[in-house]
């Protein structure tokens, strides 16, 4: 729904144009807010996934040079 058709409704239902249009302004500004959050999830789940797989690599490499001080020590 379009902000100018916001206006209309609530002008209908009996506010005044002013009133109409800050409350058509707040909810426009919260859907924007709601855009920045859908982003920032997009990003954090991004940096989440990059961790997951450093730390994987991290702890494949530590099993590898476990692996190999116990080849060591048993021939």
Known sequence: MSTMDTVRRL?????????????????QAQAATREDLAGLEERIVAR?????SRMLLALLAFALVVSAAVAVLLF
Request: without cysteine.
């Open 48 to 52: 989440v996934d990059s961790a997951e």
């Open 11 to 27: 002008e209908s239902a009996g506010l005044t144009r002013e009133e109409a249009e800050e409350i058509a302004s707040a909810q």
